[in-house]
């Protein structure tokens, strides 16, 4: 695993054409790259998810090829408005689409509130512990106006906080991709078993 690069889904689980989720998404998405890791960017915004179904929705056009990307990750970079103290229905559909595909992996949550989007971070790291996922020690929160303008990150803390992201991300990501496929590829017992081919 030491030689492969961190595969990361990036998603920006906003519909909204000016939304600054996407612009954090996208820079930590670029912080990511300039680091070596393969970041894949999920914009719904451009590529839509029909809502989740389960009757149809594992049979839908295109189903297949995100499956495909998501099975690849190694990490989730989830971004998400605070809506109502809520994660947004397009993240929530999203996640609704998956469940093995997450298994081992890491959820690392980026939420654009104004208050702080403490409910919001523990929803995704439910959605994590449901999945038998990790999920990171923190969520980076930001507002818009203070610390996004124009689509770009503008404040220092945050670009301070999105350095530190970055590093986690890339390093405890790394670690536990490591241990993921030792645990597939092994014989010891743990949670990863029932993942094994």
């Not at 093995?100 to 690392?108: C, D, N, P």
């Not at 923190?138 to 503008?154: H, L, N, P």
Request: hydrophobic letters at 40%; aromatic letters at 10%.
């Amino acid at each position: 695993m030491s030689d492969q690069p961190l595969q990361v889904l990036a998603v920006a689980g906003s519909l909204h054409r000016r939304s600054v989720t996407r612009a954090v998404v996208l820079h930590v998405a670029k912080r990511l790259k300039a680091e070596g890791c393969i970041v894949d960017v999920l914009d719904f915004e451009t590529e839509p998810l029909p809502l989740y179904n389960p009757d149809t929705a594992y049979h839908a056009p295109g189903f297949d090829a995100l499956q495909t990307r998501v099975e690849r990750a190694d990490v989730y970079v989830l971004g998400t408005p605070d809506y109502h103290g809520c994660i947004s229905s397009a993240m929530k559909n999203f996640l609704d689409h998956f469940w093995g595909e997450f298994a081992g992996k890491l959820f690392a949550t980026i939420v654009a509130s104004h208050e702080k989007g403490l409910t919001v971070t523990d929803q995704l790291r439910t959605v994590a512990r449901q999945c038998y996922a990790w999920s990171m020690p923190y969520g980076v929160s930001f507002a818009d106006e203070e610390d996004v303008r124009d689509g770009q990150v503008s404040s220092e803390a945050l670009k301070k906080r999105l350095e530190m992201f970055v590093r986690d991300v890339r390093t405890y990501g790394a670690l536990l991709a490591r241990q993921r496929l030792l645990d597939l590829g092994g014989a010891e017992p743990g949670f990863m078993a029932r993942h094994r081919k």
